[in-house]
């Protein structure tokens, strides 16, 4: 049967907006390499009944419990006291602990107070975790479930007891099980629409668990398999992942969770041994910093304009100037002009324009604020999109910028077919 586990990460700091709960992305990500699913994790101050009571929350729904923090010698450190009363069980003085104790402050050189014995006492059948990188020992505790285990707060003493000392414990007392991901990254859709789409696909399976999540102009869809095996894991992520890729089709830009629109274009026009070069207005040098983004990007990239006045794109770029005053600076013709211009005199295979009204002044009946032309200039012709986007102007700019580059994506796409 697949084991699940549930995180609590104690400190009253972590309640602030100054520090942030890191320790459990990796406690979540030594789980999944054993097969175990992370269900619910919390985050609890530094209150001894509170911090028991979702202990034994925790050790009712999860086999497997993982406590971070609060292992100091200080008061304000009940991780020891909280565990040990949620357990029913007492806290007894480990003199091995207390030994060690003492040898790291001589060899430190520095006399031990006496509160720092309170890290000496382990929960009554515990196992202490050594910790080559601090005063306070962790704790493997067997229950009747499965284990309940207690890592210091620091990363550099939580990461190595992790990997060295509680995932050679677990390992043995867990069934074989493997946790496999697919992950699709997504542009040119809206969220809602996205599920509307696939939600048919995955809304008939538990396993694999589907999670959609979104970001300006960027969706990402994770597929997570359990199974006994690795096969039959991908198997599952096969019988779900197939159709909704055969559904979203070139809307996916990637398959890895880790690559980005920019690194995707890079790639693409390494690939192609071809270059780009941007014309912008109202993104005002985004375009340009996300193609700039990618190491190597010299390569692909020879150089930006930002003309964001009519007189710098008639000057800079050379737009015809009865051109802009027949059309105006946001229009078609002008954001075809833009593209086709800093083509020109880049000398690049493909130009990427931006031209719009990024607000919240600005816009006409025909185009208000949020209205943006994006031009892309390739070998074979020019291509000018119209987009429109909430009237927000941080929003307008980063979507603008994200559709110049799938409009880039997609043109490449047509010229490999």
């Known amino acids: 049967m697949p084991k699940n ?8 700091e ?48 999860a086999e497997i419990v993982v406590i971070c923090g609060g292992l100091g010698p200080t008061e304000d450190d009940v991780t020891r006291e909280a565990a040990a009363a949620a357990l ?29 014995l309170r890290q000496a006492y382990l929960i009554e059948g515990a ?22 285990a207690l890592l210091p707060g620091p990363p550099r003493e939580l990461k190595p007891m992790l990997e060295n000392e509680l995932v050679p414990r677990l390992r043995p ?7 496999c991901v697919r992950t699709f990254r997504i542009t040119g859709i809206g969220e809602s629409d996205l599920d509307a789409l696939i939600a048919p696909v995955y809304g008939k399976y538990t396993n ?21 095996t690795r096969a039959q894991a991908e198997a599952l992520l096969r019988e779900v992942g197939n159709p909704i890729a055969e559904l979203l089709g070139d809307r996916v830009y990637s398959t890895d969770a880790n690559e980005s629109l920019e690194m995707v274009v ?44 009519e007189v710098q794109k008639r000057e800079v770029l050379g737009i015809p100037g009865d051109l802009l005053a027949k059309h105006s600076a946001v229009s078609e013709p002008v954001a075809a002009a833009m593209a086709e211009a800093v083509r020109k005199r880049a000398g690049s295979t493909y130009a990427l324009s931006t031209t719009g009204y990024a607000g919240p002044d600005g816009g006409t009946h025909f185009d208000p604020v949020g209205t943006v032309y994006i031009g892309v200039a390739t070998p074979d012709g020019t291509r000018v999109t119209r987009v429109r986007y909430t009237p927000d102007r941080w929003r307008v700019r980063t979507l603008a910028a994200q559709s110049a580059l799938d409009l880039l994506r997609r043109e490449m796409l047509k010229s490999s077919r």
């Open 5 to 12: 586990a549930e995180i609590i990460a104690c400190g009253s």
């Open 14 to 61: 972590l309640l602030t907006p100054q520090r942030t709960d890191t320790n459990s992305l990796a406690i979540t990500d030594q789980l999944n390499l054993l097969g175990v699913e992370v269900i619910q994790k919390v985050v609890v101050g530094d209150d001894r009944e509170r911090l028991a009571d979702a202990i034994r929350g925790a050790l009712k729904r």
């Open 88 to 116: 029913n069980r007492r806290l007894v003085l480990s003199l091995e602990q207390e030994s060690i104790l003492i040898a790291r402050f001589r060899q430190i050189n520095r006399p031990m107070a006496k509160n720092n």
């Open 127 to 148: 196992e202490a975790m050594p910790n080559p990188h601090g005063s306070a020992p962790g704790q493997f505790v067997s229950t009747e479930r499965g284990a309940l």
């Open 173 to 179: 007392v867990l069934p074989p099980q493997e946790i």
């Open 208 to 228: 694999p668990v589907t999670t959609v999540l979104s970001a300006p102009g960027d969706l990402f869809v994770h597929l997570r398999a359990r199974a006994d």
């Open 266 to 309: 890079a790639r693409m026009l390494r690939q192609k041994r071809a270059t780009v070069a941007s014309a912008e207005s109202c993104t005002g040098g985004l375009l340009a910093a996300r193609l700039t983004e990618t190491p190597g990007s010299s390569h692909t990239f020879l150089g930006g304009f930002v003309t964001y006045s």
